[in-house]
């Protein structure tokens, strides 16, 4: 009642200061999802890492520091793996260390992590997406090869 007054009377309202961890969000997040299993286990791993590394902290807590380092750290290979909502079949396939993900592996996960946080500020638990201020990594630049007329002969 007395946030309902709160909003009525144009007062900023309080956000929820419950200690939602970000692995909490995450899963909230992938349940409410209404996507093929296929699409759904892609979002998973995609959000591994962060929930690994972030999963503990609240999600109020968690600054575009961060998200900058878990980045940074997925670059270089440093982030551990972890058995977060993995499937029965795979688990005994763990390592212990996730290998460098590239940029066109660390954008989706971005994309995701934009999308859980989008969904916490529209619920009240944040103030502000975090997430959206970190800047994805460029693409890699990459050659094209093109066959010669007789490689192309050759096919």
Do not use: C
């Not at 940074?72 to 982030?79: A, H």
């Not at 502000?128 to 201020?133: E, G, I, N």
């Amino acid at each position: 009642m007395a946030q309902h007054r709160a909003r009525r009377s144009g007062r900023r309202q309080r956000h929820r200061t419950v200690g939602v961890g970000a692995a909490d969000g995450d899963r909230v997040h992938l349940d409410a999802l209404h996507v093929r299993a296929n699409t759904r286990t892609a979002y998973t791993n995609a959000l591994r890492p962060a929930a690994t590394v972030l999963g503990d902290k609240s999600v109020q807590s968690i600054r575009r520091e961060d998200y900058e380092r878990l980045v940074r750290d997925l670059q270089e290979g440093g982030v551990p793996s972890s058995q977060w909502r993995k499937q029965m079949k795979l688990k005994a396939a763990v390592a212990t260390k996730t290998g460098p993900w590239k940029a066109t592996s660390i954008r989706p996960m971005l994309a995701r992590l934009r999308a859980v946080n989008d969904r916490l500020v529209r619920d009240g638990t944040v103030r502000r997406d975090v997430a959206a201020l970190v800047k994805p990594p460029p693409a890699e630049a990459f050659e094209h090869k093109t066959l010669t007329v007789e490689q192309v002969r050759t096919l």
